[in-house]
C-alpha cells in the first residue's frame, strides 16, 4: 500500500465556520494538485463569506520556482473549490508545457549547429 505524503496546508476562513465534510472535501481536492506538480512547498486555502452570502475561495499553491493562485466567487464553498482548481490545473500545465516547448527548441538549435565529419562512419 502507497504511503500517503501529508500536505501542507493552511486553511483560513473568515466569517464562515465550515463543517467537517467541506473540510475534507477542500483538502481532498487541493490533494488532486500534487500529481500536476513535481514540487509542492506549500497550500493555502483562504474560504470567506461576502455580505451578499456569496463564498469567496482563494488557493494558492507555492512551488520553489513559482507561485500559483487562483480566486473564484460562487454560492457554495464546493462550487468554488472546483473551478479555482480547474483554474489551477490550466495554469500547472500551461506553464509546463512551455517549458517543454523552450526545452526542445533548444535542442533544436543544437543539432542545426552539429556539424558532423565527412569521415564520420554510421
Known amino acids: ?6 500536505l501542507n496546508l493552511r486553511l483560513f476562513c473568515k466569517n464562515v465556520k465550515l463543517d467537517d465534510r467541506t473540510k475534507d472535501y477542500i483538502m481532498k481536492r487541493i490533494q488532486k494538485m500534487e500529481k ?8 493555502e486555502v483562504e474560504v470567506s ?15 520553489p ?15 468554488s473549490t472546483d473551478m479555482v ?8 500545465t500551461k506553464d509546463k508545457s512551455k517549458l517543454r ?7 533544436r538549435s543544437l543539432k542545426k549547429k552539429i556539424v558532423i ?3 564520420a562512419r554510421f
Do not use: C, W
Not at 36 to 43: A, D, H, M, P, V
Not at 49 to 63: G, L, R
Open 65 to 79: 520556482h513559482k507561485l500559483y493562485r487562483a480566486t473564484e466567487i460562487s454560492e457554495s464553498v464546493e462550487g
Open 1 to 6: 500500500m502507497p504511503e500517503e505524503k501529508m
Open 85 to 92: 482548481v480547474e483554474e489551477l490545473q490550466k495554469q500547472i
Open 36 to 43: 500536476f506538480l513535481n514540487k509542492s512547498l506549500e497550500y
Open 101 to 107: 516547448e523552450i526545452r526542445e527548441r533548444g535542442a
Open 49 to 63: 463569506m461576502d455580505k451578499k452570502a456569496k463564498f469567496y475561495v482563494e488557493v494558492m499553491i507555492k512551488t
Open 117 to 119: 565529419s565527412k569521415d
